[in-house]
Structure formats: structure tokens, C-alpha cells
């Protein structure tokens, strides 16, 4: 597996350019083969049968068009773990253990997690445009997973998950949104009015422990005895609610053009090119003036592709890995975010 | 090791004074103890562990204690055992503790699919109209990947 390669890669999921506030949203379905406990109770050997078993089936599945990588976690290189767990292929729990083995596909978008907390994460990932046919398509998935594992599932209670708020469908589905506006001008009371009625609460960006960064913040509902559709409109309408928040608070912008605003989106982009050290908050922080400057069409010569480029190549690890930075060298680490943030710059330029 | 203060019984409890502005430590028999407070019984842990919490699931041997601790099942029949616990709790947070839905099936998206599959079908050929060929590239992959759905579904 070339590991430069997965770093350089914009994943499929996350090419949009036309400044959506909500930037992707992830379907998670969690599963459990039925007459086995849940991996946190397996011993090694059968850890291992359940993973050949959901191999066997998922490999065919039409969803990878043939076409997907197969990573055993204990057998890879530590950095290739980093890099997966950084772009949300490999969650938190599969950093600490044992047997975790995953399938995903080039584009990013299909991703099965085996023996993490539960024997199966099925993973859709998706554009903002594609919420709804994503989710169809992710239960259809998750219906041929079941017609051939045979899952665990309980009438009245669901399918059953090691963690219990997964009940129900026992799936959760995040959202990654982008919303400066609300920040900049300090609606934070009414977005958390919205995500309060709809049980929407915040994770950390791509499931990992890293803190929402910036304006960029995701969410995440867990079904909790939902439905699929129950999950399902709770999110959209909460996503269309801060939609609509934020372009109304950003036509407020766009139409009063407050000083301070402007002031931030040109201190930002000056910062980005030409500070020497970035670390990954204050980055993330002015990428994010900087995408509302460039979507509200302050800032015009720069192709919005550049944020989809940047968000995960300035990651620790994407740039420990990319320019061989040693672990604990931390101003080294920053100073390759902010040669990488100006070469990006300079590639993403163009004239209007 | 030996009671500090009868020197016979086994030391049970550690016992922390504070004498004259210092921390004294003792290691002493579950009796002397009792005496040395004033009386305040001493109560063994597990008679302050309540009787339910030791609820095991017979599959796995998780205890409603193990599962209060971490939050997580051993396996499907822990929920035979440790459900009503947790039930009530659910209630509180979302107003619900019951799934009304049932499994997901194949044949219940059968519909779905082949609707899909007529729209997009429709789409390509307005597509290869216009001439937009690279939308037209989408389109029939998408129409390529749900014709190899249909096929699993039957």
C-alpha cells in the first residue's frame, strides 16, 4: 500500500467545491454476528473466525467495484495506522486493538471496521447532495450483510450492539459542517438550540480525538431505539435548520460587510502565506476565515478545491509521514504545515 | 501482615489519624479498627455492593457491575439481564426505551432500487442528448452498481 499516495489523495467523498456548509455526512452501522459474544470478550482465535467469516461475505459485496484494500492493523506499519486513523478509515478503538482488520476503497466512501468494540462497522461516507441516497443505499448494505451474517437483533429492542445508545437501527450518522458565520457573529446559543431539540451532540473532527477546529464542527446522532428514517430526519432537518442559520447570518455578512470580519478573512490569508510556523489549530482557524472569504467572494483568487486538499494533509501525522518528520519535533512539524498550506496555495491559484 | 495494634489478627482495613499536624497510617485487624473509631462499624465491600449489581449474564459473565462500569455488553444475552436497567435511563434521555422497527430486509428495498434504476436509466439517455458525457460516465456507473445490487437482492 503506497502510503504517500493515500496522503496525496483527496477522498471522493470530500471533492465538492461549491462551498457547502455542510461539508460530508458519514452513515455508521454497527453489527453483531449472531451466537458470538462481542469482540471485547473474544479470545484471539475467534476474534480471527469472525474476521475470515465477514471477509468472505464483504469482499463480494458490488459496493468495491472490485476494486478495495485489505489491512490487518496488527501487521501494518504504525505510520500507515496514524494515516488511517487520521482520514476516520480506522477508528479510536482500533488504535489500542487487537485484530482489527480493515476493507475500504480507494474513493473513501465504503469502509467495513472488523472486531473493533462491535464485530462490524459498516461506513458510508457521502457528500451533503447524496444525504439521502447514501442512506438508502448504506441499508440496502447493511440488509445484504445480515441476510448472509445472520445479526444479532432482539424484537423490541433491535439490532444488538456492544454499546446500548446503538440500539434500534443501531447506526449513528455524522455530519462535518463548516459555519464561520455563526461564529464570527456569535450564534452559538441558536445552533445549540437546534442541535438540543433534534439529540444532535459534537464530536471530534472524523471521529478521531481531535477538537473541532475553526468554524469546522462535527456532528453526530446515535439511533438510541430509532428507526433508520426516525435517525434520519432528525439529522436532515437539524442540517437544513443550521443551513439555513448560517447563509442568513452569511447574507448579513455579505450585505453589511462588518470591518472586524473583513479584517480577520485578509489577517487570515496573510497568515497562511507567509507565517513560517502553523500549528494545526491556529490553521485550521484561519482556513476557516479564509473559506467564508472566498465563498462570500472577498478573496476570488483562490479555486476552492484547495480546502478539500488541505483538510487532511495538514493532519500530524499526514505531515510527520510526508516530510519525514521525527515524532516529538514539533516546530518541524509545523513548519512543513506552513510550506504545505503555501505550496497548495500557490497551486490553487488562479485568475478569478 | 499483622495488625499494627493487636499484633494476632490479620490486617484488614489501613487507617489514617490525624495526630498533633501529622497523617499516622496503620494497618490494622477489622476489629481494632472498630474499636480505635469510636465504634463506627466497619462495613465489608461486599455488603456495600448492592445484590442486584452482581447480576452475571450466563454466557459471558459480565456483571450489571461490569456493565455499569464501562458501559458495554458481553454479548446478545446480556441484554436479558441488564435491559430494565438501563431501559429507564433511556427514557429519560430521548423519551423512548422500545424499538418499534423491525429488521432491515433486502426485499423491502427491491422497490426502491428498481425505481432508482428507471430514473437514472431515463437520465442517461437525456444526458447522451445533451452530449454531457461525463455526468453520463456518473450516471451509468451508478446504474451499473445498483443492477449488481439487484442481483444480490434476488
Request: charged letters at 25%.
Amino acid at each position: 500500500m503506497d502510503i504517500l499516495k493515500i496522503i496525496e489523495r483527496v477522498p471522493d467523498f470530500f471533492s465538492e467545491t461549491n462551498g457547502n456548509i455542510v461539508q460530508f455526512v458519514v452513515y455508521k452501522y454497527y453489527r453483531n454476528i449472531d451466537g458470538y459474544k462481542f469482540p471485547y470478550k473474544l479470545s484471539v482465535q475467534e476474534l480471527n473466525q469472525i474476521r475470515d467469516k465477514v471477509i468472505e461475505v464483504a469482499k463480494e459485496l458490488p459496493m468495491w467495484e472490485n476494486n478495495y484494500s485489505l489491512v490487518e492493523i496488527q501487521q501494518v506499519a504504525a505510520e500507515l495506522t496514524m494515516i488511517l486513523y487520521e482520514r476516520g478509515i480506522l477508528g479510536a478503538e482500533g488504535l489500542q486493538k487487537r485484530n482489527v482488520t480493515l476493507i475500504f476503497d480507494e474513493s473513501e466512501r465504503h469502509i467495513i471496521r472488523i472486531n473493533e468494540r462491535d464485530h462490524i462497522k459498516l461506513i458510508f461516507r457521502g457528500a451533503y447532495s447524496e444525504m439521502h441516497e447514501i442512506g438508502e443505499e448504506s441499508q440496502i448494505y447493511a440488509a445484504l450483510l445480515d441476510k448472509t451474517l445472520n445479526f444479532a437483533f432482539k424484537e423490541g429492542v433491535g439490532y444488538l450492539t456492544s454499546s446500548p445508545r446503538y440500539l434500534g437501527h443501531a447506526l449513528s450518522i455524522s455530519a462535518l459542517v463548516h459555519i464561520p458565520a455563526i461564529f464570527l457573529l456569535g450564534q452559538i446559543q441558536n445552533f445549540s438550540q437546534i442541535l438540543q431539540k433534534n439529540l444532535i451532540v459534537l464530536s471530534g473532527l472524523m471521529d478521531t480525538a481531535i477538537q473541532t477546529y475553526g468554524a469546522f464542527v462535527q456532528l453526530k446522532i446515535t439511533s438510541f431505539f430509532d428507526t433508520f428514517s426516525e435517525t434520519m430526519s432528525k439529522m436532515a432537518s437539524a442540517l437544513e435548520e443550521i443551513v439555513e442559520l448560517e447563509n442568513q447570518l452569511r447574507n448579513l455578512i455579505y450585505a453589511d460587510r462588518p470591518v472586524e470580519v473583513e479584517d480577520r478573512i485578509y489577517k487570515s490569508y496573510a497568515i497562511l502565506q507567509s507565517a513560517r510556523l502553523l500549528s494545526l489549530m491556529e490553521t485550521y482557524e484561519h482556513l476557516s476565515n479564509l473559506r467564508i472569504g472566498v465563498d462570500l467572494g472577498y478573496i476570488k483568487e483562490i479555486h476552492p478545491g484547495f480546502f478539500n486538499e488541505v483538510f487532511f494533509r495538514i493532519l500530524p501525522y499526514h505531515i510527520k509521514v510526508y516530510y519525514g518528520v521525527s515524532e516529538d519535533d514539533l516546530n518541524k512539524e509545523a513548519e512543513m504545515r506552513a510550506l504545505l498550506i503555501q505550496e497548495l496555495l500557490d497551486k490553487y491559484h488562479y485568475e478569478g | 501482615m499483622l495488625c499494627n495494634r493487636c499484633n494476632k489478627r490479620e490486617a484488614e482495613i489501613t487507617f489514617k489519624e490525624y495526630v498533633e499536624g501529622n497523617i499516622v497510617t496503620l494497618f490494622l485487624c477489622r476489629e481494632c479498627a472498630e474499636e480505635l473509631a469510636n465504634g463506627v462499624r466497619v462495613i465489608p465491600e461486599e455488603e456495600m455492593i448492592p445484590q442486584e449489581t452482581l447480576i452475571k449474564c450466563r454466557v459471558c459473565g459480565t456483571s450489571l457491575r461490569d456493565f455499569r462500569n464501562k458501559f458495554l455488553m458481553g454479548c446478545s444475552t446480556c441484554y436479558e439481564y441488564f435491559l430494565p436497567y438501563f431501559q429507564e435511563v433511556f427514557h429519560k434521555i430521548v423519551h423512548r426505551s422500545y424499538f418499534n422497527g423491525d429488521r432491515l430486509k433486502t426485499e423491502n428495498f427491491t422497490q426502491f432500487v428498481e425505481s432508482e434504476l428507471q430514473k437514472l436509466k431515463q437520465a442517461l439517455e437525456e444526458l447522451k442528448e445533451r452530449e454531457e458525457f461525463k455526468e453520463a460516465i456518473k450516471v451509468r456507473d451508478r446504474i451499473k452498481k445498483l443492477e449488481n445490487i439487484l442481483k444480490w437482492i434476488s
